[in-house]
């Protein structure tokens, strides 16, 4: 589809932010590629000054309608005061030291509590430091050194599951997707040690588990695809991929970081299915570095250091640390199950409301995502795998993110308890709105 307006866009924007492009050249001279994540860069990144409540303001002076949320993160809106008293309590105490504390038991109990597969947890620092745990609980386990991942799903950045992270538009083949190196020198043992498995073809993956079955420790999967735009996989396939699992003594990871703000106990409550590991982060933190492992009692003592110590030593400087503890304690009870409710019932709006603008403008699109999730793809096909999905007109999709940065929208995928019908609107309407003004 012709974007006769993109040029436009990108020249509105970087008017509107000399302030982030002087502050990326002097970035760029410390930071490669002037920051630490995995940022749009083009046509130049924008530098937030401060968030409050469901806004970010740039050191540019623009403020923004924030849809991104820290990726889901801040499930609470930015600054809420109810983690921010907690954080400040917290703080005036010290904000670590060497003995547990407190906070982080009730932490754990509530998510033991609300998390189906949780028998006990373990808290780390981050989602990749999460599922590197759950994968190295499940080796030690089973005594196997094979795990299976599906093609496109990104489970954080460690060696083991950093393979095969950017989906392929190739068909797959009758062998299955191929293990793919994600940079350079990335070990050739890694590739041997890695299954990866076909999103959506329960078929394909029976063949592939069967095949590896003496040598996998586990499957890790989001219950969800958060890169097909958290599209929930077809009726009976993650069922079926816990039945495979159980038939083949495996075992079933979740890597919920993201998907556990789906319902009280995560994805894996809201579909009724349970694995028998789970992977945690985001905002369990209440806004600070968090993420935590846990699962059944037989393979979680193998973290317990008693009686001779554990058989998986895990240490970690800030690992627990009360600051976040007391932050995610804060965050979590204020998070009920009318919250929930009340969240995904406005995910469906807006899913519903941007499928009647695109129908409405006649673009093919889709709109993909479940519970408080959404995500457009430009494309008239169904997305139900990475082939599909690789078919999006990127040039559409940059010219109605930059379009509604122009209008003081950020675009994400996800909401957050400080969302109203009111910008749910103010996020429809704006974008009809760019994308007539971007199709020219």
Same mark, same amino acid.
């Given at each position: ?102 906070? %982080?038991?009730? $932490? !754990?109990?509530?998510?033991? /509590?609300? +998390?189906? *597969? ?8 981050? @989602? ?84 590896? %079955?003496?040598? $996998? !420790?586990?499957?890790?999967? /989001?219950? +969800?695809? *958060? ?8 009726? @009976? ?88 503890? !007391? ?17 995904? @019932? ?95």
């Amino acid at each position: 589809m012709a974007v006769v307006g993109l040029q436009n866009e990108i020249e509105r924007f970087q008017a509107r932010t000399p302030r982030s492009q002087e502050m990326q050249a002097e970035a760029v001279k410390w930071l490669p590629g002037g920051n630490s994540r995995g940022l749009n860069q083009d046509p130049n990144p924008v530098f937030i000054e401060r968030g409050e409540g469901h806004y970010l303001y740039d050191v540019d002076g623009n403020k923004y309608l924030d849809f991104v949320l820290n990726a889901s993160s801040m499930i609470m809106g930015h600054a809420n005061p109810i983690a921010v008293e907690a954080i400040s309590d917290q703080a005036e105490r010290g904000t670590g030291w060497v003995g547990p504390n407190e906070a %982080a038991v009730r $932490l !754990a109990r509530i998510l033991c /509590e609300r +998390v189906p *597969s949780l028998d006990k947890v373990r808290f780390v620092n981050s @989602g990749t430091e999460a599922t590197l745990n759950a994968v190295r609980a499940a080796r030690a386990f089973t005594g196997r050194h094979k795990i299976a991942k599906f093609e496109g799903a990104y489970h954080g950045s460690h060696e083991y599951v950093q393979v095969s992270v950017k989906g392929s538009p190739d068909p797959v083949g009758p062998d299955g997707p191929a293990a793919k190196s994600e940079f350079p020198g990335q070990p050739p043992s890694i590739l041997q040690d890695v299954v990866i498995l076909p999103w959506n073809d329960l078929e394909g993956c029976e063949r592939a588990l069967r095949r590896n %079955a003496d040598d $996998l !420790a586990c499957v890790i999967i /989001e219950p +969800v695809a *958060s890169t097909l735009g958290y599209a929930p996989g077809r009726p @009976g396939f993650l069922e079926g991929i816990r039945d495979l699992t159980t038939q083949l003594d495996m075992l079933l990871v979740f890597d919920e970081v993201q998907t556990l703000r789906m319902a009280p106990g995560g994805a894996q409550e809201l579909l009724g299915v349970v694995p028998d590991l789970t992977a945690m982060g985001k905002f369990i933190g209440g806004g600070l570095p968090a993420g935590a492992f846990g699962g059944r009692d037989d393979i979680m003592a193998l973290y317990d250091p008693r009686d001779g110590g554990p058989v998986i030593a895990h240490a970690g400087t800030f690992n627990a640390n009360p600051l976040t503890m !007391a932050a995610g304690e804060a965050t979590m009870l204020h998070l009920t199950p009318d919250v929930y409710d009340r969240l995904n @019932g406005l995910g469906e709006m807006i899913r519903a409301k941007l499928r009647a603008v695109f129908d409405e403008l006649d673009i093919p699109a889709q709109i993909t995502g479940i519970a408080s999730f959404f995500s457009i793809h430009f494309n008239s096909e169904e997305i139900t795998d990475h082939e599909v999905a690789s078919r999006d007109d990127g040039e559409l999709r940059k010219a109605l993110g930059l379009g509604l940065l122009n209008e003081g929208i950020m675009l994400g995928s996800t909401i957050c308890t400080l969302t109203t019908e009111s910008e749910v609107d103010e996020l429809v309407d704006t974008t009809r709105r760019v994308v007539q003004r971007v199709r020219g």
